[in-house]
């Protein structure tokens, strides 16, 4: 059976950046890889939308959060974490296992953050040294208007720490002129490649916590990080590096705004197809949408939970449903990195099936076909 992910991460690794990663390790003080990692370099920034270095570390997107909060507080000191999902209440946990006191902005799953309640929340806790919020909240698929959110902090020293590890690439992000200061990513998402590298990002301000900071971390140090920049500390994941020079190389023959058009598209299409099916949208403010997965509601009487498996056993495709109290309702389409108008006719295709066997009525071919529509409406 075919394997096919539909997963906002890990996502499908194209052919491309496989077979990059596939080859004898180059050593990492080799001429060739420092090549390498000076052209990574040069191109990770941009796409960040920053003038400041981004460095890559060895670890999923969860070690770059923890490393953000191990770098830029200390304990005792008082943070605001914004919280409309799993992972929003990620960073909570994160915090307090640092001894942070935490404050938290929550809004409901499925909504997105409300500038003006963070504003709020800085009345009341004025004394804080950071908030941290979540750019696409993927186990939802609410977009955070990081920018608006950003704007409250701007003539204070509150450290704004962004998870942009689904966001980047696909929605726009522009560090240096949003007044971002922590922007966090990772490679198994809009980068398309295997899980393993994430990547951070900082300001002049995120630099002055860092360097008033009393954590003791060192493998995960950003002191460390750019006292090695341009090369790495320890041994770097040479494999992936390669696999991400290829990357890099494929994201600007598309072009970022092409990128980003083509999972607006996808975002569309799933969308129509799902309720064409009897879904209804989970996040009802079609500007709100991350455009990483399309979640839906399912209709009366279908088990999310029993939809999933019967992909998984009879179609050979993974897709996630909801996590904690949406378990059972939600689905999660993922469509973000290298997933294009046929890849989401297959899942579809598959999803009705599913629904078939199931026992859910419907007209056959009415998902897949606001798919069809919706791509050739726009070509
Ligand atoms: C994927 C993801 C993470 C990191 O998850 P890992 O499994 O540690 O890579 C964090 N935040 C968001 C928003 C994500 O989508």
Known sequence: MKLRLATPGPTEVPQRLLLAGAREIVHHRSTEMEGLVHEINEGLPPLFGTRQPVYSMVTSGTGAMEAAVANCFSPGDEVLVVSNGYFGERFQAICRGYGLVVHTVASEWGTSARPEDVRAAHGEHPDIRGVLVVYSETSTGALNDVRGIADIFRDTDVVVVVDAISGLLVHPLEMDAWGLDVVLAASHKGFMLPPGLAFVALSDRAWEAVGRGQGPAYYWSFKRFRQFYPMSSSSPAVSLLLGL???????????????????????????????????????????????????????????????????????????????????????RVGHVGAADALDLVAVLGAVEMALLALGHRFTPGAGVGEVVRTFHEEN
């Open 245 to 331: 020079h290829e990357s890099l190389k494929m994201l600007a023959e598309e072009g970022l705004p092409a990128f980003q058009r083509r999972h607006a598209l996808l975002g569309e299409a799933a969308q129509r197809a799902l309720v064409a099916l009897g879904f209804s949208p989970f996040i009802r403010e079609p500007h709100r949408r991350s455009h990483v997965i399309t979640s839906a509601l399912a209709p009366e009487g279908v088990d999310t939970g029993h939809l999933l498996k019967t992909l998984s056993t009879r179609h050979g495709l993974t897709m996630t449903g909801g996590q904690a109290h949406l378990k059972g309702k939600l689905i």
